[in-house]
């Protein structure tokens, strides 16, 4: 099992920055990736941005040369840096981690989700 926790949203003007992070706890040694994901009121939730154990960071098209994501090297910790925010990047953010278990010749994996943080960005 892993636990995770935000911190960090709120309310910003356009063109603010924010910084979230997310902690993990449990099972944290068979983590392989981790990361950032939105839902907007009426909308599907959407990639924001993943880094896996290996340090291969991938971002949604919207977020790209804006978010930066990283992590510490035992995945205790995933922060999500946001820059040049815009009213379009409201939403609730939501870190996730996915977690593999199993035998090798059968590994599965299964997702873990925080509870939301509120990112409100308006004028």
């Known amino acids: 099992q892993v636990q995770l926790v935000e911190s960090g949203g709120g309310l910003v003007q356009p063109g603010g920055s924010l910084r979230l992070s997310c902690a993990a706890s449990g099972s944290i040694r068979s983590i392989e990736a981790m990361g950032w994901y939105r839902q907007a009121p009426g909308k599907q939730r959407e990639l924001v941005a993943t880094?896996?154990?290996?340090?291969?960071?991938s971002y949604g098209d919207s977020v790209k040369g804006r978010f930066t994501i990283s992590r510490d090297n035992a995945f205790h910790t995933v922060n999500l840096q946001m820059n040049n925010l815009e009213p379009a990047d409201t939403a609730v953010y939501y870190c996730?981690?996915?977690?593999?278990?199993?035998?090798?010749?059968?590994?599965?994996?299964?997702?873990?989700w925080g509870q939301g943080t509120q990112v409100t960005v308006s004028s």
């Open positions: 880094v896996t154990r290996g340090g291969r960071s």
């Open positions: 996730n981690a996915v977690r593999s278990y199993g035998p090798v010749e059968g590994v599965r994996y299964e997702d873990y």
